[in-house]
């Protein structure tokens, strides 16, 4: 069975319970953790709220990388905020990585209750939909959204998601699925970076000029990484499979 919810305060209680759940946060958490983990970040620990990241951080040896934005932009003190491009090899490779967002990190605690859970973006979608092939529990795509409000890019993802997991099987078991899916398909794929641009998403970041952000996100496939958050100690690492790849591109 797939579902689809637009945003985490609309999952109904205990939905997520025994499932495996994908969250997506296009613009731009999930797309950034992708960047990272696929870079070499050893480990990220995402924290939804500002002063516990920082406090996680102050109690960690070595010091991590502080990462993470308030208001789309980096916080004051922080090392990185939350642009994909900044998560270069060069910074991120071996790293610990504590990280806080406005929307992601908050749709990750979200999700504690899932018996797997997995961070879902464009740019590491085949990787996602192989990993999800196999999966034997019931599938949850849970969209971040922006400050409460359902946003384009989530959705569209979730959609592209639905169709793919479709192919595979899977059955759509709510309206959010059969909407999603109806979005994603009646967008050109070539339209994809114009879509992200006109979402809520898109034109906050166009404001703050991040406009190479949503060109990253729309890149199926740019990272093979795919986050795996362990809900019992927070912290995300690279699915096994994964771990592997980005072994040998860093050995390489």
């Known amino acids: 069975m797939l579902h ?64 993470g934005e308030r208001g789309g932009l980096k916080i004051d003190g922080f090392d990185l905020g939350n642009s994909p491009a900044e998560y270069g090899p060069e910074v991120v490779a071996g790293r610990q990585i504590v990280f806080t967002t ?18 879902g973006a464009f740019v590491n979608y085949s990787a996602m939909l192989e990993m999800l092939e196999h999966d034997q529990n019931p ?3 849970l969209c971040a959204g922006t400050n409460g409000e359902i946003t384009q890019e989530d959705l569209l993802l979730a959609g ?6 479709s192919d595979q099987g899977r059955i759509p078991a709510n309206d959010g699925a059969l ?10 794929e070539e339209n994809l970076v114009h879509a992200l641009q006109e979402s809520h998403g898109g034109k ?3 404001e703050l000029d991040f406009h190479e952000d949503i060109e990253l996100a729309a890149e199926r496939d740019r990272w093979p990484a795919v986050g795996l958050l362990d809900p019992q100690t927070m912290t995300i690492r690279p699915s ?6 980005v072994d040998a591109e860093n050995s390489g």
């Open 4 to 67: 689809v919810h637009m945003l985490p305060d609309l999952v109904p209680h205990g939905e997520l319970t025994d499932a495996t759940v994908v969250v997506i946060d296009v613009l731009r958490a999930t797309t950034t953790i992708s960047a990272a983990l696929s870079n070499g970040a050893h480990e990220i620990f995402p924290c939804p709220d500002l002063e516990k990241a920082r406090q996680l951080a102050a109690g960690m040896e070595p010091r991590p990388l502080l990462g």
């Open 139 to 141: 599938v949850h795509l």
């Open 102 to 119: 406005t929307n992601g990190t908050r749709a990750m605690s979200a999700s504690l209750d899932a018996d797997r859970v997995l961070l």
């Open 179 to 188: 909407t999603a899916l109806q979005a994603w398909r009646a967008l050109p």
């Open 204 to 206: 906050n970041l166009q």
């Open 160 to 165: 592209a998601l639905v169709e793919g997991l």
């Open 240 to 245: 096994d499979s994964e771990q592997a790849i």
